[in-house]
């Protein structure tokens, strides 16, 4: 079973501060993504990454780093929070282009106070 | 715009009535279609995946979808809902470029099951 895990699960940020993301994967995936989601909107791509040492924007980027030093682990950066960036945030790896597949983390839940 | 709709936000059903949750994709080429559940608390898990054969796809936990091209439509059916099926259904189609391939999402539909 794919695995791919988050932390922290839930965290409270002030307004101004850095807040980073992680997550690790074992599926072994070249592809890892970072996804927010917000009712009404579904999921939107903040950012991607090909494999170790690559990140791409997504269709959300502003606001948002990423980094991928490894294979295993992407983290999403917010250098500056604000309180628009409160949201449920999802890192998932996977392949869409052979085995049509994304595996899915628990999902972070972020306050920007 | 290459996009997915999912026009119900919220669906209530009744424990063992037969379920409909409808999807509009727009994608200019063959799509790949996915219907995701997400239970409480949870990430994403997939429940079924479409490329091109045969329209009606089989899941897990007895859902199907029927792809239709004539009316862009890839609509999630099960015959005998069950209390736990009480998730939030997410309807996505792949986005393919030349370089790399993405979701794009639907808004998601509540489904609510009672007695």
């Known amino acids: 079973e794919a695995a791919v895990t988050q932390s922290p699960r839930n965290k409270v940020a002030v307004t101004g501060g850095k807040v980073t993301l992680s997550c690790n994967q074992t599926?072994?995936?070249?592809?890892m993504y970072w996804y927010r989601q917000d009712t009404g909107h579904g999921l939107r791509l903040i950012h991607y990454s090909y494999g170790a040492g690559s990140t791409e924007k997504g269709d959300i980027p502003d606001g948002y780093k990423a980094s991928r030093p490894s294979q295993e682990n992407f983290s999403l950066i917010l250098e500056l929070a604000t309180p628009s960036q409160t949201s449920v945030y999802f890192c998932?790896?996977?392949?869409?282009?052979?085995?049509?597949?994304?595996?899915f983390g628990p999902g972070t839940r972020l306050t920007v106070l | 715009a290459q996009s997915v709709t999912q026009p119900d936000a919220r669906v209530t059903v009744s424990e063992g009535a037969s379920l409909q949750l409808r999807c509009k994709y727009s994608?200019?080429?063959?799509?790949?279609l996915f219907w995701y559940v997400q239970y409480p608390r949870q990430g994403l898990q997939l429940l079924l995946k479409?490329?091109?054969?045969?329209?009606v796809v089989q899941g897990v936990n007895g859902f199907e979808a029927e792809f239709s091209k004539s009316n862009s439509s890839f609509h999630l059916r099960k015959a005998s809902v069950h209390w736990s099926d009480w998730a939030v259904y997410f309807c996505a189609v792949r986005i393919a470029s030349s370089s790399f391939s993405k979701l794009v999402f639907g808004q998601g539909t509540s489904l609510s099951v009672v007695p």
């Open positions: 479409y490329y091109p054969g045969d329209p």
């Open positions: 998932a790896s996977g392949d869409l282009d052979i085995s049509y597949e994304q595996y």
């Open positions: 994608y200019f080429g063959t799509p790949y």
């Open positions: 599926n072994n995936h070249n592809n």
